[in-house]
């Protein structure tokens, strides 16, 4: 039979510590989901296929996921185990490994998947258990080892004696199985626990005492693995996470001027050579080409593409917007759905006017054209290249290129009026 690599997400549990009537796998972190993002790095690690166990509120996770990956439905919450059990009927008939993943861990890294992956399959271990290095290991399970480093099992901290929580080294939550030993060791397990639960490291004891190889993976860094159970945690991550992707992209050759006060979504690129002010918002599906200068207090929305040169200032908005290269948009506009040319002006104030109600519609800008400040542009309009815009006016009608546009009231004095 085939040799498969199937991700099994745990997704069902209800997290009442976040105090919210939604499931907790549905929070967001840094604009996604959290269970979106576990599902995300399992498919970037190479897997063949994602099953999610869900369970409260089941039907929020799903509307998240949609058809993305396949169910499995845990209705008692009897531990991680009986979780994992769930899934059985995707398993049975399958040889290879499945990496079990938390969808309440949501910042772990797509490579630190395939390592534990590959040296799962490499050494030949039936377990491969993700651990870390805790200074402080409170609330963790203890990872067991014997003289020669073998894993013999893990124990949980309110089942731990004295001496085994003066273990440093912690169970991570996250594991390679044999999926064909996986699931013999599940009907084992029993609930001797105090939580009476039944739990999947107990499957990693049931292997040794059978004689199958186990191993473990430590992890580099130990936020990878921080969970998610109240809005603290929630925003301790999200802070981590912004730091992780802003010194990506410093690492890349792009300046970033404050880094606590800068937030670049996932799947931005950016070129080198291009700085970011303070207060600076790049949103996901974004490219930015080099040399290019942002902000502060810039707003880059979701589809915008900024060739080389660009120039973004202070209080700008942008969505869906292509740049030219060379172009400027100083400061205080909001351009949408829109096609900028390259070296064109865009004054102070400038908005494009995308959106009637019922439809939005684009606005084509041509090469070296001059917006003057304070102008509206109603889409669907065309400005032909080397257009001229007068300050103040609101354009309605396609501009010819080389010509001015002029479209504002004539100026009428009354004097004295005010006076009366």
Same mark, same amino acid.
């Given at each position: 039979m085939k040799q498969n690599v199937i991700a099994l997400v745990l997704a069902a549990g209800k997290g009442t510590r976040m105090k919210s009537e939604k499931s907790k796998l549905v929070h967001k972190i840094y604009g996604k989901e959290l269970v979106k993002r576990v599902v995300e790095t399992a498919k970037k690690s190479g897997v063949d296929e994602v099953i999610t166990v869900v369970g409260y509120k089941k039907e929020q996770v799903q509307l998240v996921l949609g058809d993305s990956v396949k169910y499995a439905y845990q209705e008692e919450m009897l531990g991680t185990g009986h979780a994992v059990l769930q899934a059985e009927k995707y398993l049975k008939d399958k040889n290879g490994k499945v990496v079990v993943l938390c969808g309440d861990v949501p910042i772990l890294r797509p490579e630190t998947v395939r390592n534990l992956i590959d040296k799962s399959i490499e050494n030949k271990e039936y377990a491969t258990v993700l651990t870390a290095i805790y200074s402080n290991p409170t609330g963790y399970g203890r990872i067991i080892r014997d003289i020669g480093g073998n894993i013999k099992g893990i124990v949980e901290e309110k089942d731990a004696t004295e001496a085994q929580k003066e273990i440093k080294e912690i169970n991570a939550g996250i594991y390679c199985f044999d999926i064909q030993e996986l699931l013999q060791a599940l009907k084992k397990i029993e609930p001797n626990n105090a939580q009476k639960e039944y739990y999947l490291p107990d499957v990693v004891r049931i292997m040794n005492e059978k004689g199958l190889k186990t191993g473990a993976v430590i992890v580099e860094d130990n936020t990878e693995?921080?969970?998610?159970?109240?809005?603290?945690?929630?925003? *301790?991550?999200?802070?981590?996470?912004? *730091?992780?992707?802003?010194?990506?992209?410093?690492?890349?050759?792009? +300046?970033? =001027?404050?880094?606590?006060?800068?937030?670049?979504?996932?799947?931005? =690129? %950016?070129?080198?050579?291009?700085?970011?002010?303070?207060? +600076? +918002?790049?949103?996901?599906?974004?490219? %930015?080409?080099?040399?290019?200068? *942002?902000?502060?207090?810039?707003?880059?929305? =979701?589809?915008?593409?900024?060739? &080389?040169?660009?120039?973004?200032? !202070?209080?700008?908005?942008?969505?869906?917007?292509?740049?030219?290269e060379g172009a400027k948009i100083p400061h205080l506009s909001y351009m949408g759905d829109c096609e900028i040319g390259?070296?064109?002006?865009?004054?102070?104030?400038?908005? +494009?006017?995308?959106?009637?109600?019922?439809?939005? !519609?684009?606005?084509?800008?041509? &090469?070296?054209?001059? %917006?003057? !400040?304070?102008?509206? *542009?109603?889409?669907?309009?065309?400005?032909?290249?080397? !257009?001229?815009?007068?300050a103040g006016s609101t354009i309605t009608n396609n501009v010819p290129a080389d010509s001015l546009a002029i479209a504002r009231e004539r100026q009428i004095n009354k004097d004295g009026w005010n006076k009366k």
């Open positions: 693995i921080l969970g998610v159970n109240d809005k603290m945690q929630l925003e *301790l991550l999200t802070k981590v996470l912004k *730091l992780r992707i802003n010194q990506y992209h410093m690492k890349n050759g792009v +300046t970033i =001027e404050d880094i606590d006060n800068t937030y670049i979504y996932d799947d931005v =690129e %950016i070129g080198t050579d291009t700085v970011i002010h303070p207060n +600076t +918002t790049i949103k996901g599906d974004v490219i %930015i080409g080099k040399d290019c200068e *942002l902000g502060p207090n810039a707003y880059i929305r =979701e589809g915008c593409k900024l060739a &080389d040169k660009v120039k973004v200032g !202070s209080f700008v908005e942008l969505k869906k917007a292509i740049v030219g390259a070296k064109t002006n865009v004054g102070c104030g400038t908005i +494009t006017c995308n959106y009637d109600g019922f439809n939005k !519609s684009k606005t084509i800008i041509g &090469d070296n054209c001059f %917006i003057g !400040s304070n102008v509206n *542009l109603v889409a669907p309009v065309t400005l032909g290249k080397n !257009s001229f815009i007068a």
